[in-house]
């Protein structure tokens, strides 16, 4: 979903991109190279870190793949960004 459509995504997908971001500058890496591992397009990257667009499962699960990190490690860091 689109941000400001206010059902509450914009918020979810902007805490999502913060943790996002913060994993891949942990890492060391550029987007370019975060979305080369994950097999996506670098310009989608840089939407879901700005909170403008939000991620499959299957592309969760690719992104968490190329950070080295779980998934669930991820989620439950945008959760405790949430509350």
């Known amino acids: 979903m689109a941000p400001g ?4 995504n ?5 805490a999502f991109g913060r943790v996002l971001r913060e994993q891949r ?7 370019e190279d975060l979305a080369l591992s994950a097999n996506v397009d670098r310009s989608f990257v840089s939407q879901m ?4 667009r939000q991620p499959t499962l299957t592309t969760l699960v690719k992104l968490c793949k190329a950070l080295g990190v ?5 989620i439950g860091r945008m959760e405790r960004q949430l509350d």
């Open 49 to 52: 870190e700005r909170g403008i």
């Open 25 to 31: 500058e942990t890492c060391g890496i550029s987007q």
């Open 5 to 8: 459509n206010g059902n509450g």
């Open 10 to 14: 914009d918020h979810i997908a902007t």
């Open 70 to 74: 779980a998934p669930s490690t991820i």
